[in-house]
């Protein structure tokens, strides 16, 4: 499974974009980039996912270069509930598989 | 809301006991994860159900196992507790080959104290 590696944290302000760059150097052929979001004592949470170009949901984009090494998960006018820490995957598609979770990126957003 | 439903929140224990959490999957979903998370660390993989079956086990000894019963529900076993446990717990349900990509749907987890 390939090692992804991400900012430890980061810091923005309400209203600001932020965009949380995540590096996949060994990423397979067959892997797909996967995001998530956990709050404190809560269980990670499911933000977005792509596999090439860009992706965009009601919560976020995702852009993901040509050589796929990296991948950028973008979140427009943040708020101060999106305080969280993003964590960066990758891996194949299938249910099967464990999930290999880092660090993660703390975010702060400050008033 | 995931669907995904853990018992109980919060557990404390001495060392060297013993203790069992447990884990209602998202209906429809028939593969169940585990996962221990040390306070400011990213979950670490315990182990995996499909099917009443471990399908998979991460880097962790034999006093953690597992069960999956028919209704898919599932439950971690910790023996002979040790401080280094402490920590929290999550479960993650999936259904593998219903077009999702490897999205797993994870519970608000357990938070077990080891004394």
């Known amino acids: 499974l390939a090692k992804t590696t991400q900012p430890i944290s980061m810091d923005s302000y309400e209203g600001q974009e932020v965009n949380i760059t995540c590096s996949h150097n060994?990423?397979?052929?067959?892997?797909?980039i996967t995001w998530y979001q956990q709050f404190p004592s809560q269980g990670p949470r499911f933000i977005i996912q792509g596999y090439k170009t860009k992706v965009t949901n009601e919560v976020a984009s995702l852009f993901i270069p040509a050589d796929r090494k990296s991948s950028t998960l973008s979140l427009p006018r943040v708020s101060l509930s999106d305080t969280a820490v993003y964590y960066c995957?990758?891996?194949?598609?299938?249910?099967?598989?464990?999930?290999?979770f880092g660090a993660g990126t703390r975010l702060a957003v400050h008033p | 809301e995931t669907g995904v439903t853990q018992s109980p929140t919060h557990l404390i224990k001495t060392r060297g006991q013993q203790v069992t959490l447990r884990c209602s999957s998202q209906?429809?979903?028939?593969?169940v994860s585990w996962y221990q998370q040390a306070l400011g660390q990213g979950p670490q993989f315990i182990f995996q159900y499909y099917r009443e079956e471990e399908n998979g086990r991460g880097n962790f000894p034999p006093r953690f196992s597992g069960l999956q019963f028919p209704n898919y529900s599932s439950e971690l076993n910790v023996n002979a507790l040790e401080l280094d446990d402490s920590a929290l717990y999550l479960c993650a349900s999936s259904f593998p080959g219903q077009g999702v990509k490897n999205i797993q749907y994870f519970g608000a987890g357990t938070r077990l104290s080891v004394l």
């Open positions: 209906s429809g979903h028939n593969t």
């Open positions: 060994n990423i397979a052929t067959n892997d797909y």
């Open positions: 995957l990758v891996g194949e598609p299938g249910g099967y598989n464990k999930l290999i």
